[in-house]
């Protein structure tokens, strides 16, 4: 059974060997990190053994004040199941694929930040190598 991960951006410093949340980019690669609040993460060379790569930024543009956590994520996870058979090559049903995103907090739509992350990864967790753009699988 697949499962959407979720997780929240929130403003930060760019850390060394680190991407920041809101400089990521379709096709950026990057590693796991606590699955809660998160401003940082691992950015990986796609050529190189990686956890997740963003297929989809997205702003989201439906209202000027933050719509609360559980209308955000709704949106979010809309988009990122619209895009994700456009970058995958597969239907998310169909996929040995997951997805994941990233949305802005309360605190980080008070500092203008209104993108949403989404990003695949393999269902069973295991390591990717290369780039999963047109991977259809």
């Known amino acids: 059974m697949k499962r959407i ?9 760019l ?3 680190e991407g920041n949340v809101f400089s990521l980019e379709v096709g950026t690669c990057f590693d796991d990190e606590v699955l809660d609040e998160v401003s ?3 950015v990986v060379d796609c050529a190189e053994p990686h956890d997740n790569e963003v297929y989809l930024l ?20 809309g988009q990122c199941l619209e895009a994700f058979d456009t970058f995958i090559g597969e239907p998310y049903e169909t996929s040995e694929l997951d997805l994941g995103y990233l ?3 309360a605190d980080s739509w008070g500092n203008g930040d209104r993108e949403s992350v989404c990003f695949a990864f393999e269902l069973d967790a295991s390591k ?3 780039s999963l753009q ?3 699988r």
């Open 40 to 42: 940082d993460v691992p």
């Open 15 to 17: 850390a060394a060997c």
């Open 103 to 105: 949305y802005p907090s």
């Open 58 to 77: 997205v702003d989201y543009t439906e209202s000027d004040t933050f719509p609360g956590v559980t209308a955000i994520q709704d949106w979010t996870v």
């Open 128 to 130: 990717i190598t290369g």
């Open 134 to 136: 047109g991977a259809a």
């Open 5 to 13: 991960l979720l997780l929240v951006s929130l403003v930060v410093l």
